[in-house]
């Protein structure tokens, strides 16, 4: 099995042990627990230098209102329905959102739709078009508003999200797309990560500069080859930037479709600040582009 498979299939296996032992933890020590973890090495927090510091530094210490509506899909997609011209982005259309899935219970939707928790990062089920929330989608997701991802992993914009179930429609019509992450830095892109075949087994990232040189960089899945800069980079280099442009740090989720450009989502805590790049020299590159604000006590 190769190194990284191995290292993958480990990771998986130990996280949901990890977690429990983190929330018994105080937020700092639970931080500095998970960061080990993941990093095999204690986090500098009063003077964080790397990208992955300084996400654990925000979750400890950054509490700030423009942060405070991040981690809800719902409030992301408001803020990108607003700047939607200025970026040049679609937003998917919401068909339902609610605290009780059974309430749409054995309801048809007239295209793919995809449905998640608002308040959580991970989880999805998808629905093709006409196809019902049924029975066993309502079973199967009936935990997902009880488990707080806020409380657990301490990432306090989660604490502010609303605990609700969303369906929207799915972008492209549910076909696989290219996932395109981009790193942006006061405005400014510094990387993107481009993550294919995502929910299947020949799943790949690679991470590219603005400019899409690639990066011989890895994390958490293997990395695949190299591809052509899409067709329509600097206009999605413009949206990120300015679905970003307030904020110090901030990761913007976005797809491409015959054409278009459709947000996908805000990410103000990347992996957590504890999953691992590989080398760890691309960690500190990113770190050094972030300034991270200087806050009042």
Known sequence: MPRSHLNAVLRSCLQPAHRRIAGLLPPTARRRYLYLAGHRQLPRLRHPQTFSEKVNWRILRDRRPELAWTCDKLAMKDHAHRLREAAGVAVPETLWSGADLGAVAGRAFDRAWVLKPNHRSGLVQFGAAGQAVDASTVAATRDWLRDDQGVLLGEWAYSSARKLLLVEEAIGGGEPLDDYKFFVFDGKVAAVQVDRGRS?????????????????????????????????????????????????????????????????ELTPYPGGGVTRFEPAAFDAWLGSRWSLPTLSR
């Open 200 to 264: 299947t087994s020949d799943h790949v990232r690679n991470y590219y500069t603005a400019d899409w040189e690639p990066l011989p960089v890895q994390k958490t899945v293997p990395s695949g080859s190299p591809t052509a800069a899409p067709a329509n980079l600097p206009a999605m280099l413009h949206a990120a930037q300015v679905l970003a442009r307030d904020v110090d740090f901030m990761r913007v989720d976005l797809y491409s479709s015959g054409g278009t450009i459709w947000f996908g």
